[in-house]
């Protein structure tokens, strides 16, 4: 059975700085896998998807690599904002299929000005 | 142009009652689902749907119903509501396995609070 394990589960920073965010999962037969952004009393944005046979994805100041062989997952911001300020949660498939996502538990950024 | 829709967005009853929370997506997605994500914020898979067929059913209690009249839509109607049902209740959907990149898409979410 698929688990999700982020850490750390809460992340303060000043503004400026380069951070990166952990995942783990158990079962490394993933289809793919997905980094999310949740704000407060807000639905889940997707960040960034790798794909199995992918080793990582960049989207402007984030990078999300995959290991599958090791079971994880790490997603790097550059140069941190205070609008970065959020719980970023990582998702990885229950079964060798690529749905449903199960989910870790989320680290919530804070990123002070 | 709102890719996955929920309504309503809250939704605040009296224990008993019975609500339902309804769905919609535009994206021509096969598979829709429900998550709930409790106080703790933990988002946890409840139904899975595939061409309005119920494919996965997690260890949900049988008060909660999801019904799909077309693929489209994905409604969860839950019956004599609990204190523990109170959750923030999310609809997701993505496309076809083998079809494209399997990304989830989520909806804002319905804050469900029972008195």
């Known amino acids: 059975k698929q688990e999700v394990t982020q850490i750390p589960a809460a992340l303060s920073v000043p503004e400026g700085e380069n951070l990166v965010l952990n995942c783990s999962f158990t079962d490394s037969a993933i289809y793919n896998l997905q980094w999310f952004r949740q704000d407060p009393g807000k639905g889940l944005t997707s960040l960034l998807l790798i794909q199995s046979s992918q080793r990582e994805q960049t989207s402007g100041r984030l990078n999300a690599s995959l290991d599958k062989s090791s079971g994880r997952s790490t997603l790097y911001i550059a140069a941190s904002q205070p609008g970065d300020s959020a719980t970023y949660l990582c998702?990885?498939?229950?079964?060798?299929?690529?749905?449903?996502?199960?989910f870790g538990k989320g680290t919530r950024l804070s990123v002070i000005a | 142009d709102t890719a996955v829709s929920q309504t309503p967005k809250y939704l605040v009853t009296q224990m008993g009652n019975d609500k339902s929370i309804k769905c919609e997506q535009n994206?021509?997605?096969?598979?829709m689902y429900w998550y709930k994500q409790d106080s703790k914020k933990f988002l946890k898979i409840m139904f899975s749907?595939?061409?309005?067929?119920?494919?996965i059913n997690e260890t949900v209690p049988n008060r909660f119903s999801p019904k799909s009249p077309d693929k489209a839509h994905l409604n969860l109607h839950i019956n004599s509501l609990e204190l523990g049902d109170s959750a923030v209740y999310f609809c997701a959907s993505s496309p076809p396995t083998g079809s494209g990149t399997g990304e989830l898409f989520f909806g804002e979410g319905s804050r469900l609070t029972v008195l």
């Open positions: 994206l021509g997605h096969d598979t």
């Open positions: 749907y595939n061409n309005k067929e119920l494919i």
């Open positions: 998702a990885a498939p229950a079964t060798s299929g690529n749905t449903p996502l199960v």
